[in-house]
């Protein structure tokens, strides 16, 4: 394999970081990471929306735990969506197990890891410095807590079926995913702006879990970090370049990181393998390979800000009024500007309330 003279030091081995560093030491680029945890343990949904790309990565890595096809939106108390597909839309993951895996791939292919914080070195001429600390990147401003549970519910949680709960008096919603279907263990959490007491939110997930399904036995109880309408930031001024959510790349409305941080680090390991020592046009391919995917990110901010703005009445009448065919893009995570507007279409008696909402934002 060739040795190039080029380094990459990556700040954060989650999902971006432990993809990029693979795919950069694969190459025989000098790869050098840093971690402070030994294990990847951060709490998440693992939910994965199916699709050729997440089914490659998936596959390869075998991180597999069920599939969902079945789907319920419940707001304040009343169910507003029900679905089954004919076919699974989603992966639910064993997201440590995907994270190891790839570190293990960037280990054998010659990286070095250490397990501490980053600490900035400083840059030579030819050493490329990767932010990939997700939430925890100094740069990340506006983060708010979600809190997770896994745990055997009193009742069986069906293997294909997930639930998303809103309360409108606050902004963010519960879910309940299954976790491992073998074990019958469930992955309920929740996630609210403003609720960012660390004490308050755990009480409000406990209580939502053990009025929904009850609790036999508690697993883990863990709160972590989002970033919410995240600014996308590529690069900053000192040279270093960011991936995954430490870039911005973080559904707001769905709260989904997994796939856009695993895209991110391909398109950035490409753009720095197509332009070595050609910092400019790292960035520039870098800019062009991330387009949609800004665009989409973008999207979901935007949406985000719709139900923001509003008053409590208001965000009960703009969320009971969701047409079906949006729900469906939302849990495939391919909504556009031009889906939203199909499904608008589709279905006037619900679509056109929310039209008023939708202008105040776009
Ligand atoms: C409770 C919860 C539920 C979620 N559910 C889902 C879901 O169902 N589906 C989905 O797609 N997304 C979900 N997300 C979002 C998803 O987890 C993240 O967007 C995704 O992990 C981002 O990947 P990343 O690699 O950018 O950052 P991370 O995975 O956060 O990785 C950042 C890494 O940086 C490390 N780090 C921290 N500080 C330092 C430091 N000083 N120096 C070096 N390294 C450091 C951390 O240890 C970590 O390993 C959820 C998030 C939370 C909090």
Redesign the pocket.
Known sequence: MMVMTVDAVI?????????VASILSKAGLKVKA????TS?R???????PINEYTERIVNRYTVYRTLIKKFEVIVDGQTVYEEEFGDPIWYIID?TRL?SALRKEAEDHGAEIYY???KQESSTGRTITID??????ERAKETVP???IIYRPQVKWPRDRVLVEFDTRKLGFY?I?PSNPRENTVNA?G?FYGISKQSLLPKTVDLYVHEKTGIDEIYSK??????IKPAIRLWNDDGTLN?????G??MSI????????LLS?DYLAASILDNLGDFGGIRNSYRRRTAGLVKETELSSKLFEVVEKTVIGERREILSNVPKGFWRKYFKAKLTLGTIILSVLKEPSRGLRLLPYLFKSF
């Open positions: 700040a954060g081995l989650g999902i971006a970081g432990a993809r840093y971690d402070p945890d990847y951060k709490p998440c949904g693992e939910a994965v997201k994270v501490e914080p980053f990939a600390r997700g939430p925890f990147s979600v809190y997770r879910w995913f959490g996630g863990a709160a972590s970090l989002v970033r991936v995954g959510e430490a870039a790349f973080l769905t709260g989904e990181g997994i796939r856009p941080g680090a």
